[in-house]
């Protein structure tokens, strides 16, 4: 079945470092993919998405292509701040289903 | 709108008692969803309503009973819970699959739910 493996966390960066949070995929057909965040006590916010091969997503910041062989879709940003401590969700969803499937979650936390 | 609402924002309920889970979205999506999230894990999907019609049940147990009333609200109907179903309760909301739908999903900020 449709799967998503993201790297373990926490990880633990100091302000203005640069980010990379790895995240593969197995799936059938061609996929959408997202990243998610959730701050703390809050629920689950889209960061981006990419729905077709080579796409770029990009939102405050935050960047992830969708490389379809590699099957990855990494997420990074070039300078994190202490407001991005969260947990991030690499996610996907088969072609016309309804099933989001999520990774495990990485939480970030930056230091100043 | 972009937004999906959930009330209550906390509740905590004894093993006997009934509560009722709300969440509404004015998006224009005809699709909608509870998960349930644990501590530290990635949310888990329980239903699926798609056009007002329950499309999805993950096995869930009978003592959550989900309902969709209309288009914009979804409910979920707790009885009978037990300490375990302890965690936060997610809705969500995107368009229903198809040829330009990419199952977007936009979520609620959750409800607490503590079972004592």
Not at chain 1, 75 to 104: H, I, M, R, T
Not at chain 2, 8 to 37: D, F, I
Not at chain 2, 60 to 71: A, Q, T
Request: net charge neutral.
């Amino acid at each position: 079945g449709d799967s998503v493996t993201q790297m373990e966390g926490p990880v633990t960066l100091s302000e203005e470092a640069f980010l990379t949070i790895n995240c593969t995929y197995t799936a059938t057909g061609y996929p959408s993919l997202f990243w998610y965040v959730q701050y703390p006590g809050e629920g689950l916010q889209l960061l981006l998405k990419a729905t077709k091969a080579d796409d770029k997503g990009s939102n405050k910041g935050f960047e992830a292509t969708y490389r379809k062989e590699t099957t990855s879709f990494h997420l990074e940003k070039g300078s994190v701040q202490v407001s991005d401590s969260a947990v991030y969700f690499c996610a996907l969803s088969a072609s016309y289903g309804n099933k989001l499937v999520f990774g495990a979650g990485t939480i970030l936390r930056v230091k100043s | 709108d972009t937004e999906v609402t959930q009330t209550p924002k906390h509740l905590v309920m004894g093993m006997t008692n009934k509560k009722s889970l709300k969440c509404e979205q004015h998006m224009g999506h005809r699709a909608m969803y509870w998960y349930k999230q644990k501590a530290k894990k990635p949310p888990e999907l329980m239903f699926v309503y798609s056009y007002e019609k329950l499309s999805i049940n993950e096995s869930v147990p009978s003592r959550f009973s989900p309902e969709c009333p209309n288009s914009s609200l979804l409910n979920l109907h707790l009885h009978a819970l037990q300490p375990e179903d302890s965690a936060l309760y997610l809705c969500a909301s995107s368009h229903p699959p198809g040829p330009s739908s990419y199952n977007e999903q936009f979520f609620g900020p959750g409800t607490r739910l503590t079972v004592l």
